[in-house]
């Protein structure tokens, strides 16, 4: 065995021999960013050795870290191994931060009509000539509220039936999930909760709610506690190829979805235990990894699910701390890489149900397009990959403390002014200042429709300069940073954005063949999740990452996808509608579209193919700037 300190947190750990530091600093509670899951690629798990043995440098820590580097003892956590005691010091940029955590959703009317319901009933009391089973008087005094023919009650339920039928005098309180008893009780038992919960890939919220009134009564969040083990769905389907990985990531997630839910509890002041009911929605990984289904087909061709119909589980099947015979609904997944999340996203906002053309994106590693109405829709996940929201960029970072969220460069002089989440000193740039920065680039003539920075531009403050992989921008110098170093925009990230965003606006492009439209056509545009809520609409039409429509056309909606499990806790016809959506809905695999190449190489420019075909301002935007002078 070997003692390992991480410092500057001083948390110690004693782990055996050969281990990663970066399993090593999981165990240990040190939360390292390494958004490629430990494969060596990203390079942003970057320690120091200060005292002990490591194993011999890898080739990928000689890829990433100079000579100067590695001398100075800087080692990839997810490549150096434990060979004895040593210290690690973990450096501020290498730490995973606290996320800004998205609750909010748009919220649209339903009407409140539970699956879980609460009766009192009245027991007419067994005689010697009348003496048939509790069970059975108990179906009779139900069959007088409900339309069922018999009901189904758990062996535990069935054990505590006679002493509280008797101890409350015949008179007592029926909780039931459809004709499923869940609890008998006081008949005087006041309330009926359930949580709604979206497990998202970076972040996870449960909403408690009380089943009568349909208001929220406690929220609880925290970030995804698989991140450590890669920040983008393929590197956890990789790591859970292995039997025990993928019991480890489940067991991570579900004792995770607990704490939220006894966290929005907690909150509301009522026992977990009292929860009848919860509904889950996530994208397809998250789904399957939660139930323990083996995920290794979703990564290959042709991306089949385990299982696309809506579950109803028992909770101690999960398990989920909540009644232990209560109900846990996953809403249905559509496809290997459109989850119950953008079902979710489809439910809340009505698309399939409303006359209006919509189009609705949810950006994220898998960004995943919806379009149509209550006519039909079409589908598809375009892998836009984890660029937009930082992990392949040299400084991007998720939208924690210290993340530029806003940026603005002043056309001709290039001064830049930003934003950052809680005001403090940058630490690098998150997914709305990545959108940001690559607009403004284009607009102050920093780059051409290529996304090649140029090298002619008058630059009183010398941010365009050459670096180590061609020219880069200066966002801002190190004596301003909270990392002492320059933040830069570099070509291979205008390069990693412009990959992203073509498959987001080529995806958009083939669903809109398929419905035989064009951008003019479309009534609303709806933009879910954190990315949507945050980013500048107008910025991410003019870097082309969704079809150009008139700024008053496109909303966010915030989570969507928790507002869509909300719905289907506390309203049955939301339940039922979740078929309807699967039945109208059709999912376009666009690996093997025919058009795919061609749409995503013609969506490479800033912007995209159809230029400004609604905005004044945008036609402004892109009229040319002449460069000033030869540097």
Not at 122 to 145: F, G, I, S, V
Not at 250 to 258: E, Q, T
Not at 376 to 397: D, F, N, Q, R
Not at 501 to 517: D, N, R
Request: proline content about 4%; charged content about 25%; overall charge negative.
């Amino acid at each position: 065995m070997a003692k390992v300190t991480f410092e500057p947190s001083g948390k110690k750990i004693n782990v055996s021999s050969g281990i990663s530091v970066l399993e090593a600093a999981n165990n240990a509670g040190v939360g390292i960013d390494a958004p490629c899951g430990g494969k060596g690629t990203c390079g942003k798990c970057k320690v120091y050795l200060n005292q002990g043995t490591l194993g011999e440098v890898t080739a990928s820590e000689r890829k990433v870290f100079s000579a100067g580097d590695i001398e100075k003892g800087a080692r990839l956590a997810c490549r150096a191994t434990i060979q004895g005691d040593c210290i690690i010091d973990v450096p501020k940029e290498s730490l995973l931060g606290e996320q800004k955590i998205l609750v909010d959703g748009a919220e649209y009317p339903v009407e409140i009509d539970p699956l879980v319901k609460v009766f009192s009933v009245t027991l007419p009391k067994p005689t010697l000539e009348d003496n048939a089973c509790d069970w059975h008087r108990l179906q009779d005094a139900l069959a007088e509220q409900t339309d069922y023919d018999s009901i189904d009650m758990d062996i535990s339920t069935l054990r505590t039936l006679p002493k509280i039928i008797r101890d409350h005098k015949y008179t007592i309180s029926v909780t039931m999930y459809r004709n499923r008893v869940l609890a008998v009780g006081d008949p005087s038992l006041d309330g009926v909760y359930g949580a709604a919960v979206d497990i998202g890939t970076t972040t996870m919220v449960a909403y408690v709610m009380d089943l009568v009134s349909g208001k929220i009564i406690g929220v609880g969040s925290m970030m995804n506690p698989q991140i450590p083990y890669g920040d983008d769905l393929m590197a956890r389907i990789s790591y859970s190829f292995k039997e025990e990985n993928l019991e480890k990531l489940s067991k991570l997630v579900v004792d995770g979805v607990n704490k939220i839910i006894n966290e929005g509890c907690e909150k509301a002041g009522i026992e977990m235990s009292s929860l009848s009911e919860v509904t889950i929605v996530g994208n397809t990984a998250m789904h399957h990894i939660f139930l323990r289904l083996y995920p290794k087909y979703l990564s290959l061709a042709p991306y089949c699910p385990a299982v696309q119909q809506p579950l109803d589980l028992r909770a101690s099947d999960v398990p989920i701390n909540i009644n232990p015979v209560g109900n846990v609904h996953m809403l249905p997944v559509v496809a290997g890489f459109v989850g119950s999340d953008h079902l979710g996203v489809i439910l809340s906002c009505d698309i399939h149900k409303s006359s209006e053309m919509t189009l609705a994106i949810d950006v994220g590693t898998n960004g995943e397009i919806v379009l149509g109405n209550k006519d039909g829709m079409v589908c598809c996940s375009a892998a836009a990959g984890p660029a937009l929201e930082g992990s392949t960029i040299k400084y991007g970072m998720r939208a924690a403390d210290g993340a530029i969220e806003n940026v603005n460069i002043s056309r001709g002089s290039l001064n830049v002014k930003y934003k950052t989440i809680g005001g403090s000193k940058p630490l690098g740039i998150c997914g709305s200042g990545i959108i940001d920065v690559v607009a403004e680039m284009l607009k102050s003539a920093v780059i051409d429709v290529t996304g090649k920075i140029r090298e002619r531009l008058e630059d009183e403050n010398d941010r365009v300069r050459e670096g180590d992989h061609g020219y880069e921008f200066v966002l801002e110098w190190a004596r301003k940073t909270k990392i002492k170093k320059d933040i830069v925009i570099t070509s291979n990230d205008l390069r990693e954005i412009q990959l992203a965003k073509s498959a987001m606006y080529a995806g958009a492009s083939i669903l809109m063949s398929h419905k035989g439209i064009t951008a003019k056509d479309i009534d609303r545009v709806l933009i879910a999740g954190a990315f949507g809520n945050y980013i500048d609409v107008e910025n991410a039409m003019t870097i082309g990452l969704f079809p150009e429509v008139p700024l008053d056309k496109v909303k966010s909606v915030g989570n969507a996808a928790g507002t869509g499990a909300r719905m289907s806790l506390i309203s049955g016809v939301k339940r039922e509608e979740e078929r309807e959506i699967l039945e109208k809905l059709r999912y376009i695999e666009l690996a093997t579209h025919d058009t795919f190449q061609d749409e995503f190489v013609s969506a490479m420019n800033l912007p995209h193919k159809d230029i400004s075909l609604f905005s004044e301002t945008m036609k402004k935007v892109y009229a040319p700037i002449p460069v000033k002078n030869n540097r």
